[in-house]
């Protein structure tokens, strides 16, 4: 157990609908990723947190994908109109310890997104 | 763009063999490497390497970095069917200090 927690951990849901997903990482870790795995593939960033602020987008999170991190601690992953191809894992990882040095970052056990 | 490229994609091998798993990369600001066995669920963490030269442990796996060519390998002895897994190999990029990940190994151990 890495104390990354990811909630839900499956997810079904119709094309067009919304989902959200969270992640509750490391206690007082200022520093939150999100990436998103897809079947035969490595993770994939999507974005990153310092405390609550979102520093970095990659290209893959359209303006369907919205990311928040109120007050620095948990964060969510909304996904509006999901399409099909938005079917995948979606992971959260976090430091270990305070130090902006670790670059060693622990995963939760993910959320599976199925759209059908 | 950053680029992580593993090899090979997957192989297969009798359970008692060493195998050696490959992973080069061409990335802007490399910060340090990582490697991360996966089975079905999230990514665990086995290695962080940051200089050349220098082995990484941990009982029957090792890993070591070459800054100079650009890669790293991980190396499994004495395998066992527990260690069949996809095997991530991840850059650490400087600023953000996010993962960029590679394709990852299948390794299959057949008894």
């Known amino acids: 157990d890495t104390g990354v927690s990811q909630n839900p951990r499956h997810k079904i849901t119709k094309r067009g609908q919304n989902v959200t997903f969270r992640c509750d990482p490391i206690s007082e870790h200022n520093r939150l990723y999100w990436y998103r795995q897809t079947l035969g593939q490595g993770p994939e960033f999507l974005t990153y947190f310092q405390n609550e602020a979102q520093l970095e987008k990659s290209r893959l999170l359209s303006d369907r994908f919205s990311a928040e991190r109120p007050k620095g601690s948990f964060s969510t992953l909304e996904i509006q109109r999901t399409e099909q191809g938005d079917s995948a894992m979606y992971l959260c990882?976090?430091?270990?310890?305070?130090?902006?040095?670790?670059?060693?970052?622990?995963f939760g056990p993910g959320t599976r997104l199925t759209v059908l | 763009e950053d680029k992580v490229v593993q090899s090979p994609l997957s192989l297969v091998v009798h359970e008692g063999d060493t195998v050696t798993l490959n992973c080069s990369y061409e990335v802007t600001n490399f910060r340090s490497l990582l490697w991360y066995k996966q089975e079905k669920k999230a990514p665990t963490f086995l290695f962080m390497l940051t200089s050349s030269g220098i082995e990484k442990k941990s009982g029957r796996l090792s890993s070591i970095l070459d800054k100079k060519e650009l890669f790293s390998i991980l190396n499994i002895t004495a395998t066992q069917t527990g260690d069949s897994a996809v095997y991530l190999c991840?850059?650490?990029?400087?600023?953000?200090?996010?993962?960029?990940f590679g394709q990852g190994t299948r390794l299959t151990i057949n008894p």
């Open positions: 991840a850059v650490v990029i400087q600023g953000a200090q996010k993962l960029v």
């Open positions: 990882a976090s430091p270990t310890d305070q130090s902006s040095n670790t670059d060693t970052q622990y």
